[in-house]
Each structure stands twice: as structure tokens, then as C-alpha cells.
């Protein structure tokens, strides 16, 4: 893990690893946090059908075209510099896919579907996205940044329950090296101070002793408070 990065993208998804792997292709140090924790991290990218269009229409028409398709799909309300910037460079899009390696099909005639991320994924429910379309293409992105020096962190993730906070992260074993990297010790560190107690108290329910439960429970195994919520130890 570098000291230091340019550019910091939140979520690895093909739209954060296609910034990515642009950024860290234009010179600069990438990461990418994303939250999900699998190497291959479900998200709507590996779901999708995979067919680069804009609004059903072949994303390698001209741009004034595809600007008028634009205008009518979102009816004049796309913000007009974002619409432009959109148009002008779909086709580049496609370009510098292929130029990482990335593949695409054609399916018969349709206008829409003639850039299509291989193999294709039926366009039908389910859950047969490992191998095919996005996913192949986001492993080669993926593979492409990190030999430009950027990274994929995985498996960072904050919520809430009830009054709690809860920090989720996986650096990997204590024995390995990277979870005595300072900088993730340094994320550790900055959960902690996160998740520590906010000064109100918890919203769980207190202890409960076996007699007062509202439904009859027996009791068996270790203790560890007796009826006062004094802390015990001991088996019944
Ligand atoms: C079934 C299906 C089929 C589709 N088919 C097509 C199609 O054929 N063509 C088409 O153009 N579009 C299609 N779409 C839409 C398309 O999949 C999405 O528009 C596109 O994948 C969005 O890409 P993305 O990278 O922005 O988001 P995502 O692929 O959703 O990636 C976002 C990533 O960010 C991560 N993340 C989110 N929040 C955080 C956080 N706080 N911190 C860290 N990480 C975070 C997520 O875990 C995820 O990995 C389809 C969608 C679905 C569901």
C-alpha cells in the first residue's frame, strides 16, 4: 500500500474502476475503497446484461445523435454540459475498453446491443454473472491498475444498530504484513474513534435474568452475570 494517493475512488463498480484504471493510466496514484469483501464483489455491473448503450441507442453513433437522444430520454432535463461531455466521448469509452484488453460481441442486429461485454450474459434474471461479461471485464481492470500501481481495497463498511456504530473491515490475518501496515492500522485506529461510544446509552435491552424472561427459557452452560447484572463467572 502506498503512503500517499491522488485520487481516492468510492466503490468498484466498472464506472470506479474504469476512472480508476484511467487516472492511474494518466500518471496519477489510485485507490479504490470498496466495500464489498468477495474478490469478486457482487454489485450491478456483474449483474448487468453488460450492453453499452445510451437510452437504447448504439453508443458509437455520432455525437450530435446521440446528444439528441440524450434531450429526448431525459426530456431536455439532462444538465446540457454533462449530456455534451457524455456524447462526445461514449465512443472513447468503448476505444479505451478495448484497448485494456476488455472484449465485446454483437447480438444480431440490434441496434442497441452491438457492444456487448463477452461472453454475453443472458438478458433474463438470475445469477450467472461469475465468467461472463462485466465480471471477466472488471478482473482485467482490476489487473490492469494494479500493475499501474493502483489498488482495490475490499471490505470496508460502517453502519448503525440502534444506538451503536459498527466498523466492518477485513486487512487480513494479524500474521500477515499488510495488517501491520500503517496506514491500516491507521484505518483501524480511525474505526475505533468512530465507533466508540457517543455518550447516551446503548438502545439493547438489559440483562434479563432466566426467571424474568418474558418467554420460559432453561437455563444451561456458563454464567457470566448474576441476577444484580454483577459480573460472574460460573455455571448453573
Ligand atoms: C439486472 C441488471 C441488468 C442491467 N443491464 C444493463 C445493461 O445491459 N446495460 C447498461 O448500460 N446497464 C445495465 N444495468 C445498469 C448497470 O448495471 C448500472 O447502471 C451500472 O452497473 C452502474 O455501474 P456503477 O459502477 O456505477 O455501479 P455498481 O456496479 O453498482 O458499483 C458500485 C460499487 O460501489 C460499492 N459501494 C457502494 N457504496 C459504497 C461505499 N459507501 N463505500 C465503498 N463502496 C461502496 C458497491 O459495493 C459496488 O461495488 C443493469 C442493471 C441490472 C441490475
Not at 485520487?7 to 468498484?12: A, F, K
Not at 429526448?72 to 454540459?81: F, L, S, W
Not at 481495497?153 to 448503525?160: A, D, L, S, V
Not at 491500516?184 to 424472561?213: D, F, K, S, T
Amino acid at each position: 500500500m502506498s503512503a500517499a494517493y491522488d485520487l481516492v475512488v468510492i466503490g468498484g463498480g466498472i464506472a470506479g474502476l474504469t476512472a480508476a484504471g484511467r487516472a492511474a493510466q494518466a500518471g496519477l496514484r489510485v485507490a479504490v475503497l470498496e466495500r464489498g469483501t468477495d474478490e469478486a464483489y457482487p454489485c450491478n455491473s456483474r449483474y448487468s446484461g453488460g450492453i453499452l448503450h445510451i437510452a437504447f441507442h448504439n453508443i458509437r453513433e455520432p455525437a450530435s445523435a446521440l446528444l439528441e437522444v440524450i434531450d429526448a430520454a431525459t426530456r431536455g432535463k439532462a444538465e446540457p454540459k454533462l449530456a455534451k461531455a457524455f456524447a462526445d466521448n461514449a465512443a472513447r469509452v468503448v476505444d479505451w475498453l478495448r484497448d485494456e484488453g476488455v472484449e465485446f460481441m454483437s447480438v444480431g442486429n440490434i441496434a442497441y446491443q452491438q457492444w456487448v461485454l463477452a461472453p454475453r450474459r443472458p438478458l433474463t434474471p438470475g445469477l450467472d454473472w461469475k465468467g461472463r461479461g462485466a465480471d471477466v471485464a472488471m478482473r482485467l481492470l482490476e489487473k490492469n491498475l494494479n500493475k499501474r500501481g493502483g489498488e482495490v481495497f475490499r471490505g470496508g463498511n460502517c453502519w448503525t444498530r440502534g444506538s451503536g456504530r459498527i466498523f466492518y473491515f477485513s486487512p487480513g490475518h494479524e500474521l500477515y504484513p499488510i495488517y501491520h501496515n500503517p496506514q491500516i492500522q491507521r484505518v483501524i485506529y480511525n474505526a475505533v474513534n468512530w465507533a466508540r461510544p457517543q455518550g447516551r446509552p446503548a438502545e439493547v435491552p438489559l440483562h434479563v435474568p432466566v426467571e424474568n424472561a418474558p418467554e420460559k427459557i432453561h437455563a444451561r452452560g456458563p454464567i457470566m452475570h448474576d441476577a444484580s447484572g454483577k459480573l460472574v463467572s460460573g455455571t448453573r
